[in-house]
Structures are given as structure tokens and as C-alpha cells.
């Protein structure tokens, strides 16, 4: 009896201070800890807000928006090998000019300069961007006397803040330099910094469904004058486009380097005729029909103005991405204007 109950003693040893509620619970052994590694921090990539592509650190440089001539004698133009998006448009007669935003890459120098007009204008104001021009329509010149936008004019600055070149005449040699740009902002106690609002753009490879067709080459007819029409030629192994103007490829005077085109929007939109001048209103309100054209495919797609900028939607609505790198955003009268083969 005696051995009994010490056995009875051992048992309840065994379980006792293991009880959950009414149910008995067996003591598992401690399991061996396994030691783990830190888990890797995936990097996270910075893009630049204007062109997508891949940089160290986001810049908080305020975009800037130059009038750059195009007439032929203007050729080749400077810095327009760093912009971030040019658009074209009519002015005056059957010649464009270009609105060129820097924002990523502030070139040493920009030019030549041209006048400005109200619509430049309102595109400008769609980057929040600081405005440089070199003369104004009477238009132009009540949006930016009303402080409608920050803006540099050469009209002013002629020989201070902006610089002739004599080796082309007027007006086809005035430049606005870094320096000078930083000089008229602090003249003008203009904000020179902001986080940017981006554009969107795909980091990846894009579907190519049915709704997009191979296209090789892209004509812009502005003018009875081969001077002044814009032919886009797909560069299969750059993957990007070349612009050319009366057979020659546009280049950046200042670093000789051709024009690397990635994304082409080709808009159209309601032009009139406003003063005996030729002076045009262009409708960038409203929206239309255009082509979206990048990587050798084209898209046909209906522009809005999202916010002051202009922007291709597929036939569904949905917005369609950039890819990463320039883009230039033609403005035309009418599509019939436009051949793609």
C-alpha cells in the first residue's frame, strides 16, 4: 500500500501546475530557437517627374517653360536635348513654335527665345512653371501683367538676363543662360523650388494589344513650306524617335547630340484666326481625337486637359502612360494633317 501511494505521489508530481481549467495538459519540451535572418529592404526607386526616368534623388526644381523659336534660321535650337516635353504650335502664318519644359535638367543655355503667346501661357501654367519669353502678343502681355504667371521677359532683361548671339540676327539669337534665370528669379522673388506634381508613366514593358499598329514614320503637315513640316522617323535600335525638319535631324547646338524622342502626342485642336497679325486662339479645353506614338507603335486616342496639361485616354477612358524619357506633344488644326505609315 505504502509503495502504491508514492507511486500516486510521483504521477500527480509529473502533471501538477499544468492544468487549464478541468483538462490536463502535457509539458512540451522547449523547442530549439532558430535564428533568422534580417529580412533585405527592397530599394525603392526614384523617377523624375517629368520624363520617368531613374534617378538618385527627386529634384524639387521648379519646372521652367521656355518659348524656344522654330523658325528655320533658329536651327538648331539649344538645350532642347534635356527637356522633359515640348509642345509645338502655331503662331503666326504656317510657323510653329516650341514650348520647351526643363525640369529634371536645367540647361547653361536656352534659345533662342521667341514672344509669348496666351496659350503657351495657360500650357505653361499647367506645370506651375516659370515662364521665359523674349517679346508678347497683347494678350500674352495683359495674362502676365496681371500676374497670371511668373514670368522672365526679355523685353526687359535684353543684354542683362538674357544674351545675343551675333553670329545669327535678330530675332532669331536671343538666349536665356542658367545664370540669368537664376538672377530674374531672385530679381523677381519668384519661388525657384516645389514638389512637382509627375506625370504618369509604365516601368514596364508595355501589352501591345489590337488597339495599337506598327508605324515607322510619322508626318506633320503645318505648312505649304517643307521648312516648316515635322517628319518623326522610328529608330528601331534606339528604340526612340528622330524629328526631322526639311531632311535635317534635329540636334541640341550645344552638345551636337541628335534629339532622343520617346513618346509622340499628336492632338487636334480648334484653331482661329483673332487679329489682322494672323494671331491664332487655340482650344485647349475642349479635348478631341489624336494619336499616342511611341516604341515604333501608334494608338489612337481622345485628349483632355487634365489640369492645364494635355493627355491621351483610350477609347474607354482610361489614361494612358508615357514610357520614361521625352515626349513631344504636337498641336494640330485637323488629323487629316497627319500621315502615318
Same mark, same amino acid.
Given at each position: 500500500?505504502?509503495?502504491? +501511494?508514492?507511486?500516486i +505521489?510521483? %504521477?500527480?508530481?509529473?502533471f501538477?501546475?499544468?492544468?487549464?481549467g478541468? $483538462?490536463?495538459?502535457?509539458?512540451?519540451?522547449?523547442?530549439?530557437?532558430?535564428? &533568422?535572418?534580417?529580412?533585405?529592404?527592397?530599394?525603392? &526607386?526614384?523617377y523624375?517627374?517629368l520624363n #520617368?526616368e531613374?534617378?538618385n534623388?527627386?529634384?524639387?526644381?521648379?519646372?521652367?517653360a521656355v518659348?524656344?523659336?522654330?523658325?528655320?534660321?533658329?536651327?538648331p @535650337?539649344s538645350?532642347?536635348?534635356?527637356?522633359?516635353?515640348?509642345?509645338?504650335?502655331?503662331?503666326?502664318g504656317?510657323?510653329?513654335?516650341l514650348?520647351?519644359?526643363?525640369q529634371n535638367?536645367?540647361?547653361?543655355?536656352?534659345?533662342?527665345?521667341?514672344?509669348?503667346?496666351?496659350?503657351?501661357?495657360?500650357?505653361?501654367?499647367?506645370y506651375h512653371?516659370l515662364?521665359?519669353c523674349?517679346?508678347?502678343?497683347?494678350?500674352?502681355?495683359? +495674362?502676365?501683367?496681371a #500676374?497670371e504667371?511668373?514670368?522672365?521677359?526679355?523685353?526687359?532683361?535684353?543684354?542683362?538676363?538674357?544674351?545675343?548671339?551675333?553670329?545669327?540676327?535678330a530675332?532669331?539669337?536671343s538666349?536665356?543662360?542658367k545664370?540669368?534665370?537664376?538672377? #530674374?528669379v531672385a530679381?523677381?522673388?519668384?519661388? *525657384?523650388?516645389?514638389n512637382v506634381i509627375?506625370?504618369? *508613366?509604365?516601368? $514596364?514593358? %508595355?501589352?501591345y494589344?489590337?488597339?495599337?499598329e506598327k508605324?515607322?514614320?510619322? *508626318?506633320?503637315?503645318?505648312?505649304?513650306?517643307?521648312?516648316?513640316n515635322?517628319?518623326?522617323?522610328?529608330n528601331?535600335? @534606339?528604340? $526612340?524617335? @528622330?524629328r526631322?525638319?526639311k #531632311?535635317?535631324?534635329?540636334?541640341?547646338?550645344?552638345?551636337k547630340?541628335?534629339?532622343?524622342i520617346?513618346?509622340?502626342l499628336i492632338?487636334?485642336?480648334?484653331?482661329? %484666326?483673332i487679329?489682322?497679325?494672323?494671331?491664332?486662339?487655340?482650344?485647349l479645353?475642349?479635348g478631341?481625337?489624336?494619336?499616342?506614338?511611341?516604341e515604333? +507603335?501608334?494608338?489612337? %486616342?481622345?485628349?483632355?486637359?487634365?489640369?492645364?496639361?494635355?493627355?491621351? *485616354?483610350?477609347?474607354?477612358?482610361k489614361?494612358?502612360?508615357?514610357?520614361p524619357?521625352q515626349?513631344?506633344?504636337?498641336?494640330v488644326?485637323?488629323?487629316?494633317?497627319v500621315?502615318?505609315?
Amino acid at each position: 500500500m505504502k509503495k502504491l +501511494m508514492l507511486l500516486i +505521489m510521483g %504521477i500527480g508530481l509529473v502533471f501538477g501546475g499544468c492544468s487549464h481549467g478541468n $483538462q490536463k495538459v502535457v509539458s512540451k519540451p522547449k523547442e530549439k530557437e532558430v535564428s &533568422q535572418k534580417p529580412k533585405e529592404e527592397k530599394t525603392v &526607386q526614384a523617377y523624375a517627374p517629368l520624363n #520617368g526616368e531613374p534617378v538618385n534623388a527627386v529634384s524639387n526644381q521648379r519646372p521652367v517653360a521656355v518659348m524656344v523659336n522654330n523658325h528655320h534660321l533658329a536651327r538648331p @535650337q539649344s538645350g532642347l536635348s534635356k527637356a522633359d516635353v515640348v509642345y509645338e504650335l502655331l503662331a503666326e502664318g504656317d510657323i510653329t513654335r516650341l514650348l520647351a519644359i526643363f525640369q529634371n535638367n536645367l540647361p547653361e543655355r536656352i534659345g533662342p527665345v521667341r514672344s509669348a503667346r496666351e496659350y503657351y501661357i495657360k500650357l505653361a501654367n499647367g506645370y506651375h512653371a516659370l515662364y521665359i519669353c523674349h517679346g508678347n502678343s497683347p494678350q500674352a502681355k495683359a +495674362m502676365m501683367d496681371a #500676374g497670371e504667371i511668373d514670368a522672365l521677359n526679355g523685353l526687359f532683361y535684353d543684354g542683362t538676363l538674357f544674351k545675343r548671339d551675333h553670329h545669327r540676327r535678330a530675332p532669331h539669337n536671343s538666349y536665356i543662360y542658367k545664370e540669368g534665370i537664376e538672377k #530674374g528669379v531672385a530679381k523677381k522673388h519668384y519661388s *525657384f523650388s516645389e514638389n512637382v506634381i509627375p506625370l504618369f *508613366f509604365l516601368h $514596364q514593358a %508595355i501589352n501591345y494589344d489590337s488597339t495599337w499598329e506598327k508605324v515607322a514614320q510619322v *508626318f506633320i503637315k503645318y505648312s505649304y513650306d517643307p521648312y516648316n513640316n515635322v517628319t518623326y522617323k522610328y529608330n528601331e535600335s @534606339q528604340k $526612340q524617335f @528622330q524629328r526631322i525638319q526639311k #531632311g535635317v535631324i534635329a540636334s541640341d547646338a550645344e552638345t551636337k547630340k541628335e534629339l532622343e524622342i520617346k513618346n509622340i502626342l499628336i492632338v487636334e485642336a480648334k484653331h482661329k %484666326i483673332i487679329d489682322s497679325h494672323g494671331r491664332r486662339s487655340i482650344d485647349l479645353q475642349s479635348g478631341g481625337n489624336g494619336y499616342f506614338v511611341t516604341e515604333g +507603335m501608334m494608338k489612337k %486616342i481622345h485628349w483632355k486637359n487634365v489640369n492645364g496639361r494635355i493627355l491621351p *485616354f483610350d477609347m474607354e477612358g482610361k489614361e494612358v502612360d508615357f514610357l520614361p524619357g521625352q515626349t513631344w506633344i504636337n498641336v494640330v488644326p485637323a488629323l487629316k494633317d497627319v500621315t502615318v505609315k
